[in-house]
C-alpha cells in the first residue's frame, strides 16, 4: 500500500499500462485482485490503460475481461485515443470509462484548426457517451484553457509536473492540496502520476 495514504494525504488514482498479452490473461482478474488484497489498494483507484488495438478485437473474450475488471470497480482508460485504427464500435459495445486524447492532437491546440476540430469532437462524442477524457501532453495554459471550456476532465502534461521520483511526488501533492484547500477546484484536474 502507499504510505502517503498514512501522511494524511488523500488517495490517489493509480495509472497502469498494460500489454495485450497481459491484458488476454485468463487470470488477469484474479492476478489484480490477489494484488489489491496484498497492497490494501482500493480497486476504484486503479485504472488500467489499454491500447485501441486491445479493444478492436472486439470478441466476447475481450467483453469478458472488460466485465469482470468494471465489477471489481477497476477503470479502463483506452490511451492514445485517435492514433490507432479506430473503430468507434467498441465504445458502444465495451465498458470503458475514459477516452486519453493522444498528445499529438493536444499539442497544435489552439492554433492547428485540425488539432482543434479533432480534440472538441473527441471530447464531445466521450461526454454525450458519459465516457471521462484525459488529455495528453498538456503543455501551456492556452490549451488548458480551450480544453476547459471544451468540457475535458482531467489533463496531464508539463504544464502541471515532469515526471517525479516518489519523494518529489509526496511534496508536489502536499502543495496541490494546500492549493485546492484555499482556492476553487477547476473543473479540469490534473491526472495522478
Given amino acids: 500500500g502507499s504510505p502517503w495514504r498514512f501522511q494524511g494525504l488523500p488517495p490517489l488514482r493509480m495509472a497502469v499500462n498494460i500489454s495485450a498479452?497481459?491484458?488476454?490473461?485468463?487470470d488477469l482478474a484474479h492476478s489484480l485482485s490477489t494484488i489489491?488484497?496484498?497492497?490494501g489498494w482500493e480497486a476504484h483507484w486503479l485504472n488500467l490503460e489499454i491500447t485501441e488495438g486491445v479493444v478492436m478485437k472486439n470478441d466476447e473474450e475481450v467483453e469478458r475481461i472488460l466485465a469482470e475488471l468494471h465489477d471489481m470497480g477497476i477503470g479502463i482508460a483506452v490511451d492514445d485515443f485517435g492514433t490507432g485504427y479506430s473503430s468507434l464500435s467498441y465504445l458502444?459495445?465495451?465498458l470503458i470509462d475514459y477516452l486519453k486524447i493522444d498528445r499529438s492532437f493536444i499539442s497544435g491546440i489552439p492554433s492547428n484548426p485540425n488539432d482543434v476540430t479533432i480534440a472538441k469532437s473527441i471530447i464531445a462524442m466521450a461526454n454525450n457517451l458519459n465516457i471521462r477524457i484525459i488529455a495528453e501532453g498538456i503543455?501551456?495554459?492556452?490549451?488548458?484553457?480551450?480544453?476547459?471550456a471544451q468540457g475535458c476532465h482531467e489533463g496531464q502534461g508539463y504544464l502541471f509536473s515532469k515526471p517525479l521520483p516518489a519523494a518529489e511526488v509526496e511534496l508536489l501533492l502536499r502543495r496541490s492540496l494546500g492549493h485546492i484547500m484555499?482556492?476553487?477546484?477547476?473543473?479540469?484536474?490534473?491526472?495522478?502520476?
Fill in 92 to 94: 458502444k459495445n465495451f
Fill in 36 to 39: 489489491l488484497q496484498a497492497t
Fill in 182 to 193: 484555499t482556492k476553487p477546484v477547476p473543473r479540469l484536474r490534473a491526472a495522478e502520476p
Fill in 21 to 26: 498479452r497481459h491484458f488476454r490473461d485468463r
Fill in 139 to 148: 503543455e501551456t495554459e492556452q490549451q488548458l484553457g480551450f480544453l476547459r
